[in-house]
């Protein structure tokens, strides 16, 4: 198997807090795997997601590893962490820097030292596969949330990173650009067999998406595997289903039929 992410023993605390928000966190992320990591707010989604890029790594007292296509986190260059590495997050207007769609994407590039003639080739060749091609002229402050969430998006791809993280990317997007968003991760997952971890609280997006579900209680790993799985696990669990109105409705609509995959529990660690 191809490990794209691994976490050791992965302990983190964050300054002056008296207990770790993740304690003793071992996981597995193998190439071509989409994996939504889901529980309750606070329970240290994002902090987990934050360790898989240089750059978001939080400050605080870490121990235990974390490895990125086997090497150290720590041993990453910013150049190594852009092309291996992309990020999305909530915010559709953090991440933009040029004025228009056409000069960010180039600018991604130009940033890791691509010839001017590749750039316009690779440039073009995304916009297409997006669909964004009509929008590449277009001011950055004209587009719309959903519009900007996938220049962003674009942004990231056109670097070929091995890994695609997303926190919560679709928080302040309408429903049709939310679904539209997805569409475009599912495509990314199915056809280009882009390795996908994404912090999402809607579970019917992790039931449709995502072939492994990953759950933090606790500050630990209580399930790693099939969605469907993960969220019979949850609604036998109060305290879960109480941050989480939307799973009984699930299994009244018989939704967790949806998708039955075999169950791969990390080791140690049981299913249900
Ligand atoms: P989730 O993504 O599951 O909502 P977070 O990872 O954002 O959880 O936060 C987990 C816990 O860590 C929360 O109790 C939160 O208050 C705390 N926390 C998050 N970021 C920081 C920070 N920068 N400094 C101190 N505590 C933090």
Redesign the pocket.
């Known amino acids: 198997m191809d490990q794209l992410i691994q976490t050791k023993q992965l302990t983190f605390t964050?300054?002056?807090?008296h207990i770790p928000?993740l304690q003793d966190v071992n996981l597995t992320v193998d190439r071509g795997q989409f994996v939504v990591i889901a529980?309750?707010?606070?329970?240290?989604?994002?902090?987990?997601l934050n360790h898989f890029k240089k750059e978001l790594l939080?400050?605080?007292q870490r121990s235990g590893d974390v490895l990125i296509q086997q090497r150290s986190i720590d041993n990453f260059s910013k150049l190594s962490s852009a092309k291996t590495v992309g990020y999305v997050g909530q915010d559709p207007t953090v991440q933009p820097i040029m004025t228009t769609v056409i000069a960010e994407l180039a600018f991604s590039l130009e940033n890791v030292g691509v010839k001017s003639d590749e750039i316009e080739r690779r440039v073009a060749e995304l916009a297409n596969y997006l669909g964004l091609d009509q929008l590449l002229h277009h001011e950055i402050h004209d587009l719309s949330g959903g519009q900007l969430q996938l220049v962003n998006l674009a942004s990231v791809l056109i670097l070929r990173p091995e890994i695609l993280l997303f926190d919560e990317p679709t928080a302040q997007l309408d429903p049709l650009s939310t679904q539209h968003f997805f569409d475009v991760l599912q495509r990314l997952h199915q056809e280009l067999g882009m390795t996908i971890v994404m912090?999402e609280h809607n579970l019917e997006t992790a039931l449709s998406l995502a072939d492994t579900m990953l759950l933090?209680q606790n500050h630990r790993i209580t399930f790693q595997g099939a969605p469907a799985v993960g969220i019979s696990k949850m609604m036998n669990d109060p305290k879960l289903t109480a941050f989480i109105p939307e799973v009984p409705r699930l299994f009244l609509e018989n939704r967790l039929q949806v998708k039955q995959l075999p169950i791969s529990v990390a080791e140690g660690q049981t299913a249900i």
Do not use: I
Request: hydrophobic share 30%; net charge positive.
């Open positions: 964050y300054p002056n807090a928000v529980g309750a707010t606070g329970s240290g989604k994002t902090t987990l939080p400050n605080g912090v933090l």
